[in-house]
T-cell receptor
C-alpha cells in the first residue's frame, strides 16, 4: 500500500540553525500538508500546499517557515532560524484531489532543538 | 474556531471488554469527521471518515458513529493489539484544508 515517507526520522539541531524536513507524498496525491505535535499536545495544522502554492497556513507558520515542492516527488518544510519551542514531531500528510477525502500521514520527523 | 474534545483521556480495558470513546466537536459546517489510530513514535493512521449525522462505519472490531454534536468509536471485544491512541479530527466549513484534532484517547487493552 502506498505511503507517505519522511526523512530524517530524528533531527537534532542547535538553536538558530536552519533545518529542512523532507517528505515524499503518495504519488498521485495533489494536496500536501505539514502538521506538528509538541510532546503531550494535540496535532496542530501548519500549512497546506496545492498547485505549487500555499493554500492555507496557521498563525504558527510565520516568516521563519517555508515550504517547497522542488521536484515532482519531494515536499519540504524549512525552518530558517530554529527556536527551542520548535522542538516537536513534524508530520507530513497528503491526499488525493477531492477536498473531503482523508489525509494520509507519514511517521514524522522528531525535531530536537538544543 | 473549530474545536474537538475527546474523552476519556485514557482508558484501560481487559481483553474482550467492549467500550466506547467519545469525540465532541464544535464546527461551522462539518465537512467530515475523521478517526485515526496513532501508535507510539508513528504518524496517525487513517481509520474512518464520517460525513453526516446518522452515518456509521465498521472495520473489524471498530465501529464509528456520528451525531450532530459528537462521534463515538465503539470497540467490541478488544484485543491487546488494539492498544493505541485514537485521534478524532474534523474538517470544518471554514477551511478546505485544515484538520482540527482532539488530544486523543490512549487505549490500553490488557490480556
Amino acid at each position: 500500500e502506498p505511503e507517505v515517507t519522511q526523512t530524517p526520522s530524528h533531527q537534532v539541531t542547535q538553536m538558530g540553525q536552519e533545518v529542512i524536513l523532507r517528505c515524499v507524498p503518495i504519488s498521485n496525491h495533489l494536496y500536501f500538508y505539514w502538521y506538528r505535535q509538541i510532546l503531550g499536545q494535540k496535532v496542530e495544522f501548519l500549512v497546506s500546499f496545492y498547485n505549487n502554492e500555499i493554500s492555507e497556513k496557521s498563525e504558527i507558520f510565520d516568516d521563519q517557515f517555508s515550504v517547497e515542492r522542488p521536484d515532482g516527488s519531494n515536499f519540504t518544510l524549512k525552518i530558517r532560524s530554529t527556536k527551542l519551542e520548535d522542538s516537536a514531531m513534524y508530520f507530513c500528510a497528503s491526499k488525493p484531489g477531492t477536498s473531503n477525502q482523508p489525509q494520509h500521514f507519514g511517521d514524522g520527523t522528531r525535531l530536537s532543538i538544543l | 474556531e473549530d474545536q474537538v474534545t475527546q474523552s476519556p483521556e485514557a482508558l484501560r480495558l481487559q481483553e474482550g471488554e467492549s467500550s466506547s470513546l467519545n469525540c465532541s466537536y464544535t464546527v461551522s459546517g462539518l465537512r467530515g469527521l475523521f478517526w485515526y489510530r496513532q501508535d507510539p513514535g508513528k504518524g496517525p493512521e487513517f481509520l474512518f471518515t464520517l460525513y453526516s449525522a446518522g452515518e456509521e462505519k465498521e472495520k473489524e472490531r471498530l465501529k464509528a458513529t456520528l451525531t450532530k454534536k459528537e462521534s463515538f468509536l465503539h470497540i467490541t471485544a478488544p484485543k491487546p493489539e488494539d492498544s493505541a491512541t485514537y485521534l478524532c479530527a474534523v474538517l470544518g466549513g471554514g477551511s478546505n484544508y485544515k484538520l482540527t484534532f482532539g488530544k486523543g484517547t490512549l487505549l490500553t487493552v490488557n490480556p
